[in-house]
């Protein structure tokens, strides 16, 4: 056995403690609870590992814990997150979400999985490699946000204003990573980005008797014929210059898209549906839910729903649609072609505002630090890794990789099937917890071997 391995033995249970330490922080960004001590902790345990750490504020936002290491030609970009979700509904947790409870071989506690396990994974990592091989090999730019679990919304200007700090990376090891139910490690290499517009119509200054229905024209039903205009009954996005900008998946990708899991039958029972969108079967559904934009409505408000009849005609209207992008398209400009293809339509009266926004972003397959990552994964898990060209939902990769056209990989960390990301119960398991250190540790020699 490796001394790598010994030290990591022999140091277990410092190394989950530490981690119970981080975990019973509460730094829960939507509450705004303990999010500048958290940041504190962070910079300090950076600064215990030989990092110059600092905590740089961001106006109006949550505190980026910064932190450089390490000399050469070769630099790696680490993203993670030191904020949570919010533990609620807390009586569905077994034990405390802030306690960290260990039981049954593995922790529970908010956020241990998404993200803090992940961060200190990858902490207890560097330290190993320091004290078994010594200094790292190359340089290490660490950004460890606050706001993740909010949407980033400022992360894309911190990294504008600190952007001399972070320049000269030559790829961003992502957040995230688990292993599926097979033992196979996830990896992804992108992210969709998102264009979150509400659509709305004002019609008379009052809800009217529906009696005027043939004289005042009905705002629930302006927006009803706007919302047909973007989408037609094959499921196709009909917005005028949309489809034609999106990139259709590389060779490289198709291969890897044909290797994910994906086990129909059993997804459809799960989500009570007899066919998936558009007929699709087999790696077309994979691709659809990898590659397609999509536009969604999430909800629509108007008149009266309550119990029985009330004959009114509605004075507003109001839905909200989502677009979850692709490259090359962009949430500026999906917004602008949404207002055009409205405009020639004649729907100058649906009022568009944009709500949430966020960049898509795909790494090159064949890029050699992707590579590296996946056949460190490949090792250390024991397992062909699932690697995902892009992931079927939005992060703010495009922030911090698209800023300086590197590629993004996650993967490595130390989740389960059932790690509760966001819901009670978030767990990881020891083992699981310990793999990810070695992945870590394991690809800095491999990188340094570039
Ligand atoms: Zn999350």
Known sequence: MDRFETYVQDNQERFLG??????????????????????????????????????????????????????????????????????????????????????????????????????????????????????????????????????????????EQNRALLAGADACLWEGGRRDGAGRPVISLGMKGICYLSLSVNGANSDLHSMNAPIVSNPA??????????????????????????????????????????????????YGITTFARGATGEEVVKQLLFDPTCTICGFLTGYTGPGPKTVLPHQAETKVDFRLVPDLNPELVLQLVREHLDRRGFTDVEVELLAQLWPYRSPVDHPWVQTCIEVARAIFG?????????????????????FDIPGISGGGAGNPNSNLHAPNENIFIEDYMRAIRYTGHLIRALNKL
């Open 18 to 159: 530490e981690l119970q330490e981080f975990c019973r922080k509460p730094s829960i960004i939507a509450q705004k609870i303990g999010i500048d001590e958290t940041a504190q902790w962070v910079s300090d345990r950076l600064q215990k590992i030989g990092f110059e750490a600092q905590v740089i504020s961001v106006e109006g936002g949550a505190p980026v814990v910064y932190g450089e290491i390490g000399t050469g030609d070769k630099t790696l970009m680490i993203y993670n997150h030191y904020d949570v979700q919010p533990p609620e509904p807390l009586d569905l947790w077994d034990s405390g979400p802030f306690d960290a409870e260990i039981r049954a071989g593995r922790i529970w506690a908010r956020g241990v999985s998404d993200n803090k396990g992940p961060w200190m994974a990858r902490v207890h990592a560097i330290e190993t490699y320091q004290n078994v091989v010594g200094e790292l090999p190359f340089r290490i730019k660490w950004v460890v946000e606050g706001e993740e679990e909010i949407g980033s919304p400022n992360l894309g200007r911190f990294v």
């Open 221 to 270: 039903w302006r927006l009803v014929w706007a919302l047909a205009s973007l989408k037609d009954e094959n499921e196709n996005i009909t917005v005028d210059g949309l489809m034609e900008r999106v990139v259709e998946p590389t060779q490289d990708e198709w291969t890897l898209l044909r290797d994910i899991p994906f086990d129909e039958e059993q997804i459809k029972q799960d």
């Open 383 to 403: 397992a062909e890794p699932v690697v995902y060209p892009s992931s079927a939902g939005g992060g703010p990769m495009h922030q911090l990789c698209g800023a």
